[in-house]
T-cell receptor
């Protein structure tokens, strides 16, 4: 079975802090994704990566950056946390590189519920 | 932007009843996915559909990829209390800027035991 592990289930940070959310997958997947999930807005894509050191912006990248130094790990960084970034953050991964981005199903982690005070 | 219309928004059913939910879109997708999300958890993949017209089962779950590639349905037969949760459909395709996975708003399933 695919296992996508997010480092924290719950996280509380203060406004202005730099926040790191970590995600690791154990299936050798090329593609990894970061979403946020908010009531009434559904899942929205922040960034995705189709290979090591490659990253692409999703629908709402402002205020975020990502890092993919190793294939199995994809980090989401909130450069200067703000209260409107309080949300549930979900990491996902899928098999295949760029050519398979639209074809292979994404597998999700359990999420990190982040609160910015 | 692209949207998926998922219905119904919520439903109460009697244990043992069959359930049906569907998603429609104005856009064509390469892949249709159905996920279930329990409170405080991430979405779990239930069924993936890759071809127009494809009908796939996973235990008591059956899903179909519409012929037009713009819709999909999910059926749950003989519902049980653990079927409670939120079910999401998702359509996936490539576009010039990469992957596009569009989620429906979800169907909240509540079972009367």
């Amino acid at each position: 079975d695919v296992k996508v592990t997010q480092s924290s289930r719950y996280l509380v940070k203060r406004t202005g802090e730099k926040v790191f959310l970590e995600c690791v997958q154990d299936m050798d997947h090329e593609n990894m994704f970061w979403y946020r999930q908010d009531p009434g807005l559904g899942l929205r894509l922040i960034y995705f990566s189709y290979d090591v050191k490659m990253k692409e912006k999703g629908d709402i990248p402002e205020g975020y950056s990502v890092s993919r130094e190793k294939k199995e790990r994809f980090s989401l960084i909130l450069e200067s946390a703000s209260t409107n970034q309080t949300s549930m953050y979900l990491c996902a991964s899928s098999w295949g590189g760029w050519a398979d981005l639209g074809n292979q199903p994404q597998h999700f982690g359990d999420g990190t519920r982040l609160s910015i005070l | 932007g692209q949207q998926l219309n998922q219905s119904p928004q919520s439903m109460f059913i009697q244990e043992g009843e069959d359930v049906s939910m569907n998603c429609t879109s104005s856009s064509i997708f390469n892949t249709w996915l159905w996920y279930k999300q329990d409170p405080g958890e991430g979405p779990v993949l239930l069924i993936a559909l890759y071809k127009a017209g494809e009908l796939t089962s996973n235990g008591r779950l059956t899903a179909q990829f519409g012929i037009t590639r713009k819709d999909s349905f999910l059926n749950i037969s003989a519902s049980i209390p653990s079927d409670v949760g939120i079910y999401f459909c998702a359509g996936q395709r490539m576009w010039e800027y990469g992957n596009k996975l569009v989620f429906g708003a979800g169907t909240i399933l509540r079972v009367k035991s």
